[in-house]
Protein backbone atom coordinates (compact mmCIF):
# COMPACT_ATOMS: atom_id res chain seq x y z
CA UNK A 1 0.00 0.00 0.00
CA UNK A 2 1.31 3.31 -1.07
CA UNK A 3 0.96 6.63 1.26
CA UNK A 4 -1.34 8.49 -1.42
CA UNK A 5 -3.40 5.11 -1.52
CA UNK A 6 -3.80 5.84 2.69
CA UNK A 7 -6.67 7.84 4.30
CA UNK A 8 -5.19 11.66 5.11
CA UNK A 9 -3.47 11.89 8.72
CA UNK A 10 -5.58 13.35 11.10
CA UNK A 11 -3.90 14.66 14.25
CA UNK A 12 -5.87 14.87 17.96
CA UNK A 13 -3.28 17.28 18.99
CA UNK A 14 -2.71 21.01 18.27
CA UNK A 15 0.05 22.27 19.97
CA UNK A 16 4.16 21.98 18.77
CA UNK A 17 5.33 19.42 21.64
CA UNK A 18 4.20 17.02 19.34
CA UNK A 19 7.23 13.65 19.11
CA UNK A 20 7.73 11.41 15.95
CA UNK A 21 9.12 8.00 17.41
CA UNK A 22 10.14 4.82 14.68
CA UNK A 23 12.40 2.10 15.15
CA UNK A 24 15.05 0.63 12.70
CA UNK A 25 16.22 -2.83 13.23
CA UNK A 26 13.48 -5.46 13.74
CA UNK A 27 14.71 -7.71 10.96
CA UNK A 28 18.21 -7.69 11.10
CA UNK A 29 20.05 -11.10 12.67
CA UNK A 30 22.72 -9.35 14.69
CA UNK A 31 22.69 -6.18 17.32
CA UNK A 32 20.07 -3.98 19.08
CA UNK A 33 16.95 -2.69 18.13
CA UNK A 34 16.99 1.07 17.51
CA UNK A 35 14.58 3.81 18.23
CA UNK A 36 14.50 7.55 18.27
CA UNK A 37 11.82 10.07 19.55
CA UNK A 38 11.79 14.14 17.51
CA UNK A 39 10.07 16.99 18.30
CA UNK A 40 10.51 18.93 15.60
CA UNK A 41 10.13 22.79 15.78
CA UNK A 42 7.63 24.48 13.82
CA UNK A 43 9.42 27.46 12.90
CA UNK A 44 12.78 25.58 11.86
CA UNK A 45 11.14 23.50 9.02
CA UNK A 46 13.87 21.07 7.46
CA UNK A 47 13.38 20.22 4.10
CA UNK A 48 13.23 16.53 2.24
CA UNK A 49 12.33 14.43 5.15
CA UNK A 50 11.43 10.93 4.22
CA UNK A 51 11.77 7.64 5.04
CA UNK A 52 15.04 7.03 5.88
CA UNK A 53 15.02 3.86 3.95
CA UNK A 54 14.18 5.76 0.54
CA UNK A 55 17.11 7.67 1.01
CA UNK A 56 20.75 7.72 0.03
CA UNK A 57 23.46 6.96 2.88
CA UNK A 58 24.71 10.07 1.79
CA UNK A 59 21.04 12.27 2.74
CA UNK A 60 20.64 10.45 5.58
CA UNK A 61 23.79 11.85 6.97
CA UNK A 62 23.08 15.39 6.01
CA UNK A 63 19.50 15.07 7.42
CA UNK A 64 20.58 13.42 10.83
CA UNK A 65 22.67 16.05 11.66
CA UNK A 66 20.03 18.90 11.00
CA UNK A 67 17.52 17.09 12.40
CA UNK A 68 19.76 17.18 15.19
CA UNK A 69 20.51 20.56 15.19
CA UNK A 70 16.71 22.21 14.41
CA UNK A 71 14.59 19.86 16.66
CA UNK A 72 13.13 20.94 19.90
CA UNK A 73 14.05 17.64 20.70
CA UNK A 74 15.23 14.39 20.23
CA UNK A 75 16.40 11.32 21.86
CA UNK A 76 17.32 8.11 20.40
CA UNK A 77 17.45 4.30 22.86
CA UNK A 78 17.70 0.65 22.14
CA UNK A 79 16.94 -2.87 23.23
CA UNK A 80 19.77 -4.99 23.82
CA UNK A 81 20.54 -8.21 21.93
CA UNK A 82 19.96 -9.85 25.28
CA UNK A 83 16.71 -8.04 25.95
CA UNK A 84 15.43 -8.83 22.59
CA UNK A 85 15.73 -12.81 23.10
CA UNK A 86 14.31 -12.69 26.32
CA UNK A 87 11.30 -10.61 25.48
CA UNK A 88 11.13 -11.18 21.83
CA UNK A 89 11.84 -8.42 19.15
CA UNK A 90 8.14 -7.21 19.17
CA UNK A 91 8.40 -6.53 22.83
CA UNK A 92 11.70 -5.03 22.94
CA UNK A 93 10.86 -2.79 19.80
CA UNK A 94 8.18 -1.06 22.23
CA UNK A 95 10.47 -0.72 25.16
CA UNK A 96 13.03 0.73 22.66
CA UNK A 97 11.00 3.26 21.96
CA UNK A 98 9.70 4.15 25.40
CA UNK A 99 13.13 4.68 26.28
CA UNK A 100 13.35 7.08 23.43
CA UNK A 101 10.68 9.26 24.61
CA UNK A 102 11.18 8.91 28.18
CA UNK A 103 14.85 10.25 27.15
CA UNK A 104 13.84 13.15 25.52
CA UNK A 105 15.20 15.93 27.14
CA UNK A 106 11.83 18.11 26.19
CA UNK A 107 8.93 15.72 27.21
CA UNK A 108 6.14 15.38 24.70
CA UNK A 109 2.76 15.78 24.67
CA UNK A 110 1.55 13.87 22.07
CA UNK A 111 2.96 10.82 20.34
CA UNK A 112 3.09 10.07 16.53
CA UNK A 113 4.22 6.31 16.15
CA UNK A 114 5.27 4.50 13.27
CA UNK A 115 3.56 1.09 12.56
CA UNK A 116 0.06 -0.12 13.81
CA UNK A 117 0.51 -0.42 17.57
CA UNK A 118 1.57 1.94 20.25
CA UNK A 119 4.44 1.48 22.50
CA UNK A 120 2.39 1.12 25.71
CA UNK A 121 3.57 4.56 26.89
CA UNK A 122 1.63 7.07 29.22
CA UNK A 123 1.74 10.06 26.53
CA UNK A 124 -0.92 9.67 24.39
CA UNK A 125 -0.90 9.20 21.01
CA UNK A 126 -1.69 7.52 17.78
CA UNK A 127 -0.29 4.73 15.88
CA UNK A 128 0.54 5.60 11.90
CA UNK A 129 0.66 2.88 9.59
CA UNK A 130 3.42 4.13 6.96
CA UNK A 131 3.87 7.00 9.19
CA UNK A 132 7.85 7.46 7.96
CA UNK A 133 6.32 8.60 4.70
CA UNK A 134 3.51 10.01 6.17
CA UNK A 135 4.87 12.90 9.09
CA UNK A 136 7.91 14.61 9.34
CA UNK A 137 8.37 13.82 12.29
CA UNK A 138 8.17 10.12 12.19
CA UNK A 139 10.45 10.48 8.90
CA UNK A 140 12.67 12.30 11.54
CA UNK A 141 13.02 9.75 14.46
CA UNK A 142 13.07 7.01 11.29
CA UNK A 143 16.07 8.71 10.23
CA UNK A 144 17.99 9.22 13.26
CA UNK A 145 17.56 5.54 14.66
CA UNK A 146 18.67 4.39 10.76
CA UNK A 147 21.61 6.42 10.87
CA UNK A 148 22.92 5.25 14.95
CA UNK A 149 22.09 1.34 13.65
CA UNK A 150 24.12 1.51 10.71
CA UNK A 151 27.11 3.41 12.51
CA UNK A 152 26.82 0.30 14.98
CA UNK A 153 26.68 -2.11 11.84
CA UNK A 154 29.57 -0.73 10.59
CA UNK A 155 31.89 -0.52 14.03
CA UNK A 156 30.97 -4.46 14.35
CA UNK A 157 32.35 -4.56 10.89
CA UNK A 158 35.51 -3.29 11.76
CA UNK A 159 35.85 -6.07 14.73
CA UNK A 160 34.23 -8.97 12.27
CA UNK A 161 35.86 -7.84 9.04
CA UNK A 162 34.83 -11.11 7.90
CA UNK A 163 31.00 -11.09 8.27
CA UNK A 164 30.03 -7.92 5.75
CA UNK A 165 28.29 -5.98 8.74
CA UNK A 166 28.68 -3.13 7.17
CA UNK A 167 27.05 -4.19 3.81
CA UNK A 168 23.80 -5.93 4.67
CA UNK A 169 23.70 -4.46 8.22
CA UNK A 170 22.76 -7.73 10.11
CA UNK A 171 19.93 -8.55 7.72
CA UNK A 172 19.17 -11.86 6.64
CA UNK A 173 20.48 -11.14 3.13
CA UNK A 174 22.07 -13.79 0.92
CA UNK A 175 25.75 -13.10 2.28
CA UNK A 176 25.08 -13.21 5.76
CA UNK A 177 23.55 -16.54 6.33
CA UNK A 178 26.44 -18.20 4.00
CA UNK A 179 29.14 -16.55 6.47
CA UNK A 180 27.14 -17.32 9.05
CA UNK A 181 26.84 -21.03 8.33
CA UNK A 182 31.04 -21.05 7.47
CA UNK A 183 31.63 -18.99 10.76
CA UNK A 184 29.33 -19.78 13.30
CA UNK A 185 27.41 -16.59 15.25
CA UNK A 186 28.92 -14.14 17.22
CA UNK A 187 27.98 -13.15 20.77
CA UNK A 188 26.26 -10.49 19.20
CA UNK A 189 23.78 -12.23 17.15
CA UNK A 190 20.01 -12.94 17.97
CA UNK A 191 20.02 -16.38 19.28
CA UNK A 192 15.92 -16.71 19.11
CA UNK A 193 16.05 -15.72 15.44
CA UNK A 194 15.87 -18.63 13.77
CA UNK A 195 18.76 -18.88 11.33
CA UNK A 196 21.23 -17.77 14.27
CA UNK A 197 19.15 -20.96 16.32
CA UNK A 198 19.91 -23.53 13.72
CA UNK A 199 23.36 -22.52 13.20
CA UNK A 200 24.41 -22.62 17.02
CA UNK A 201 22.95 -25.96 17.26
CA UNK A 202 25.20 -26.83 14.73
CA UNK A 203 28.77 -25.69 16.37
Known amino acids: MKPYDLPPLTIDYQGTLLAGVDEVGRGPLVGAVVAAAVILDPARPIAGLADSKQLTTERRARLDGEIREKALSFAVAEASVAEIDELNIYHATHLAMRRAIDSLPLAAEYLLVDGN ?12 VKGDARHPAIAAASILAKVARDAQMVALDGLFPGYGFARHKGYPTREHLAVLERLGPLPEHRRSFGPVKRQLALF
Open 117 to 128: RLPGHHVPGQAV
